[in-house]
């Protein structure tokens, strides 16, 4: 059984982790960067952080759905959007090398957010208009994951912040 300061020392790591998604995700919006394609929302960099901490996967998770429920997203953008960010924050948790760390954040995002933006925002979905939308929001999940998430990662690896795993 955990001790009541590791419990503590894991709900604050989450809760940190959610409110920063979500504080980035809001910038992302505000720079018109977050939502159709490329999407870059500087929310997912923090995907990384599940390489330093397990509470990083719900940390992620629940900013995903606040930053969807408060920006006007439909029902179904707020459950499969937020459990593509989920799936890869599970996924990236178990990555054993730092540098593999974003890649399920970018695949799971990659596959299914392009559903959402077709079917809930756009009037049709073809193969072809799929294939383009997936590729924005690879080109976007790319950008924020690997690159500011790979750099960020790195950052906080170097300043030992997180005990290491």
Avoid: H
């Amino acid at each position: 059984m955990k001790s009541k300061r590791e419990k503590i020392t894991y709900l604050t790591y989450a809760s940190m982790i959610a409110a920063l998604y979500f504080i980035l995700t809001w910038m992302s919006e505000i720079l018109g960067l977050a939502y159709l394609t490329p999407q870059i929302r500087l929310g997912e960099a923090l995907c990384v952080l599940t390489w330093f901490t397990p509470a990083a996967v719900p940390g992620l998770f629940v900013g995903c759905i606040i930053s969807n429920l408060t920006m006007g997203c439909v029902v179904w953008d707020v459950i499969f959007g937020s459990l593509a960010t989920l799936i890869g924050a599970f996924f990236g948790s178990k990555m054993k090398r730092k540098w593999l760390v974003p890649l399920p954040t970018v695949i799971s995002n990659t596959v299914v957010v392009p559903f959402i933006i077709l079917y809930c925002y756009m009037d049709g979905v073809g193969i072809e208009l799929y294939t383009a939308t997936a590729l924005g929001v690879f080109v976007g999940e790319v950008l924020s994951a690997y690159v500011i998430g790979l750099m960020l990662l790195y950052a906080v690896d170097k300043r030992n912040i997180f005990k290491k795993r």
